[in-house]
Nanobody
């Protein structure tokens, strides 16, 4: 079964760090762009970072530049989202998604392959 498995969400204090993982199961990330999104209560889903090794592109939303880092570990078929200096406003459900042979970013409405969300809660 083709799926994305997301893990790493937790409760963390402000200015702390957290690393999320998005693992491909049943396929490989070759030629896929991997996108991280987040959705806070009452807000629209927001693109966070994205990485497309095949297109050589990486995208970061302005709100996370210099704070979040996206990376891929091809031998583990996993993409990570390292989040540093977390703030309460980073509290959200974080999702990863994958798109075949595309660059970054991509509107979430056009993405079909999604992992389950993982909750990140940042306390003040």
């Amino acid at each position: 079964e083709v799926q994305l498995v997301v893990s790493g969400g937790d409760l963390v204090q402000a200015v702390g760090s957290l690393r999320l993982s998005c693992a491909a199961s049943g396929f490989t990330f070759d030629y896929y762009a991997v996108h991280w999104f987040r959705q806070a209560p009452g807000k629209e889903r927001e693109a966070v970072p994205c990485i497309s090794d095949s297109y050589g592109s990486t995208y970061y939303a302005d709100s996370v530049k210099g704070l979040f880092t996206i990376s891929s570990e091809n031998d583990k078929n996993t993409v990570y989202l390292q989040m540093n200096s977390l703030k309460p406003e980073d509290t959200a459900i974080y999702y990863c998604a994958a798109s075949f042979e595309t660059g970054c970013p991509r509107p979430y409405r056009f993405l079909e392959l999604w992992g389950q969300g993982t909750l990140v809660t940042v306390s003040s």
